[in-house]
């Protein structure tokens, strides 16, 4: 059974800093992502690394904030998020897919997991 569990959400003042973990069971993913969506707003690529290369991506939005990197295992995958502003605020999905090397695309990622909510107060 393919799964994928989010972590690591949570409220944080601005500037602060969080990190989200997703774990991956079932199967090993060419590329595992972060994508979040804001109310009323499209859901947004954030990053995303690949498995075996460790080479990522990034929005520009983000980039210089936010770094995504994988455990040593290549199972789960890390968004350490820095600087964070009221505008990051989001529920926030792991994506996994056999993409090389990673895109932005969310059409491109075959799995999903749940969500965790990051909320950025002022």
């Known amino acids: 059974q393919v799964q994928l569990v989010e972590s690591g959400g949570g409220l944080v003042q601005a500037g602060g800093s969080l990190r989200l973990s997703c774990a991956a069971s079932g199967r090993t993913f060419s590329t595992m992502g972060w994508f979040r969506q804001a109310p009323g707003k499209q859901r947004e690529f954030v990053a995303a690394v690949s498995r075996n290369s460790g080479s990522t991506r990034y929005a520009d939005s983000v980039q210089g904030r936010i770094t995504c990197s994988r455990a040593n295992a290549k199972t789960t995958v890390y968004l350490q998020m820095n600087s964070l502003k009221p505008e990051d605020t989001a529920l926030y999905y792991c994506?996994?897919?056999?993409?090389?090397?990673?895109?932005?695309?969310?059409?491109?990622?075959?799995?999903w997991g749940q969500g965790t909510q990051v909320t950025v107060s002022s």
């Open positions: 994506a996994a897919g056999s993409q090389i090397p990673p895109t932005s695309s969310d059409s491109r990622y075959a799995y």
